[in-house]
């Protein structure tokens, strides 16, 4: 079983950046691919960013797109989304998620293990 903790959510204004953390432990997987996920208040949750086990794919939501960035260590076994110029609707729980396909993409259904996830809360 693979563990994943969030860090890095907080409350910011509108224009500022946060930089999510996500590191994996446990029975970790050899190799895998990763994606961050929000839900906001009242929303289902939804696809924000997504990148492959090469780091060769990314992507990211028409929402989220020149705004956000995905990265990871393969060695460190960590997952990194840089958020830059937030809006109030960038507000949510964001989860981390981890996948055993070289790449799951958007679809939710498609990742093995989840973190409990990490607020972040823009004002404007």
């Known amino acids: 079983q693979v563990q994943l903790v969030e860090s890095g959510g907080g409350l910011v204004q509108a224009g500022d950046s946060l930089r999510l953390s996500c590191v994996a432990s446990?029975?970790?997987?050899?190799?895998?691919?990763a994606g961050w996920f929000r839900q906001a208040p009242g929303k289902e949750r939804e696809f924000v960013a997504g990148?492959?086990?090469?780091?060769?794919?990314?992507d990211y939501s028409n929402s989220v797109k020149g705004r956000f960035t995905i990265s990871k260590d393969n060695a460190k076994n960590e997952v990194y989304l840089q958020m830059n110029n937030l809006k109030p609707d960038d507000t949510g729980v964001y989860y981390c998620?981890?996948?055993?396909?070289?790449?799951?993409?958007?679809?939710?259904?498609?990742?093995?293990?989840w973190g409990r996830g990490t607020q972040v809360t823009v004002s404007s």
């Open positions: 998620a981890q996948s055993g396909l070289l790449y799951a993409g958007t679809m939710s259904s498609l990742y093995d293990f």
């Open positions: 446990g029975r970790t997987l050899r190799s895998w691919s």
């Open positions: 990148i492959n086990w090469s780091d060769s794919n990314t």
